[in-house]
Nanobody
Framework: QVQLVESGGGLVQAGGSLSVSCAAS????????MGWFRQAPGKEREFVAAITWIGPSTYYPDSVKGRFTISRDNAKNTLYLQMDSLKPEDTAVYYC?????????????????????WGQGTQVTVSS
């Protein structure tokens, strides 16, 4: 089991940068594939980025590719999301999540249901 706590959200102007972090409890963080999702008011939860536990490999949707970077530091039990060239449409609550899915993760990383553990979220607001 792992507990996740996000931090680093805030208010930023369009075109700016922001980094959010996700601190994980326990000694098994390195064995989880991790993802970032976001949810804006009135919208469904949306996949933002994923990183596998081994490799690692990273995945992004077209909407953030080239602007967002996911990374992890297993020694610090921490997941990161660096967000550059932010747009007002990036405004949302950002959640980190942990998955124990094995081989099929590479075809399922964008699906919220493959993640067993979630953080409480951190608000990111991008002003125009």
């Amino acid at each position: 089991q792992v507990q996740l706590v996000e931090s680093g959200g805030g208010l930023v102007q369009a075109g700016g940068s922001l980094s959010v972090s996700c601190a994980a409890s326990g000694r098994t963080f390195s064995t989880y594939s991790m993802g970032w999702f976001r949810q804006a008011p009135g919208k469904e939860r949306e996949f933002v980025a994923a990183i596998t536990w081994i490799g690692p490999s990273t995945y992004y949707p077209d909407s953030v590719k080239g602007r967002f970077t996911i990374s992890r530091d297993n020694a610090k039990n921490t997941l990161y999301l660096q967000m550059d060239s932010l747009k007002p449409e990036d405004t949302a609550v950002y959640y980190c999540a942990a998955s124990k899915l094995g081989r099929s993760y590479s075809s399922s990383y964008y699906r919220p249901e493959v993640y067993a553990y979630w953080g409480q979220g951190t608000q990111v607001t991008v002003s125009s």
